[in-house]
Nanobody
Framework: QVQVVESGGGLVQAGGSLRLSCAAS????????MAWYRQAPGKQRELVAG???????NYGDSVKGRFTISRDNAKNTVYLQMNSLKPEDTAVYYC???????????????WGQGTQVTVSS
């Protein structure tokens, strides 16, 4: 079994910052891409940022220049530093990790339970 757990959400004023963390644990051999998605009420889930095991990153257009994704491969953890937050960033943020379990050659996309980020105007 593997687990993916997010932390760090909360309430912040517009212009403020938050740092999200996501840790994967369990029978993990390796993790390929780790990514953050978000879903606002009434909207589809969208990609916020992703990072490969080698450190290559990509961002959604709406967060470029404001958010930074990073990861610690030794800790199976990914971070999302969010600066200059806007009310439209309000959403549930989900972590996704493409995990290869010990004894398997298959990639298992694994999701966390989500963490709420609310940005007040």
């Amino acid at each position: 079994q593997v687990q993916v757990v997010e932390s760090g959400g909360g309430l912040v004023q517009a212009g403020g910052s938050l740092r999200l963390s996501c840790a994967a644990s369990g029978s993990i051999f390796s993790i390929n891409t780790m990514a953050w998605y978000r879903q606002a009420p009434g909207k589809q889930r969208e990609l916020v940022a992703g990072i490969t095991s080698g450190g290559s990153t990509n961002y959604g257009d709406s967060v470029k220049g404001r958010f930074t994704i990073s990861r610690d491969n030794a800790k199976n953890t990914v971070y999302l530093q969010m600066n200059s937050l806007k009310p439209e960033d309000t959403a549930v943020y989900y972590c996704n990790a493409d995990i290869i379990r010990i004894g398997s050659y298959l990639i298992q996309p694994s999701w966390g339970q989500g963490t709420q980020v609310t940005v007040s105007s």
